[in-house]
């Protein structure tokens, strides 16, 4: 099974950036497609982006799009989500997933979790 573990999370202004990192331990990492979901206060937990398991192919909300970047480097089992122009409305515990696919990253539940990473974006 695989174990998600969030970090780079912060304060920041908007109009700012901050970089996420999700660092993965098991065997199999490099089988699945990893993304970011973020949940804010009194909101259901939604979808942010996604990226195959070869990096090939990634999904990004609307609401992120042009923002933020989603890579992955499999030699150090870790997923990166570099977010730029940040506005208040970013502010959310964000999580790393994992699923079988992109599709199914941006449209069901994933199985897998970590546990969050604060991002408050403040003016």
């Known amino acids: 099974q695989l174990q998600l573990v969030e970090s780079g999370g912060g304060l920041v202004q908007p109009g700012g950036s901050l970089t996420l990192s999700c660092a993965a331990s098991g065997r199999t990492f490099s089988r699945y497609a990893l993304g970011w979901f973020r949940q804010a206060p009194g909101k259901e937990r939604e979808f942010v982006t996604a990226?195959?398991?070869?990096?090939?192919?990634?999904s990004y909300a609307d609401s992120v799009q042009g923002r933020f970047t989603i890579s992955r480097d499999s030699a150090k089992n870790t997923v990166y989500l570099q977010m730029n122009s940040l506005n208040v409305e970013d502010t959310a515990v964000y999580y790393c997933a994992a699923g079988a696919n992109v599709g199914l990253l941006a449209t069901t539940t994933p199985k897998s979790w970590g546990q969050g990473t604060q991002v408050t974006v403040f003016s």
């Open positions: 990226i195959s398991w070869s990096g090939g192919t990634t």
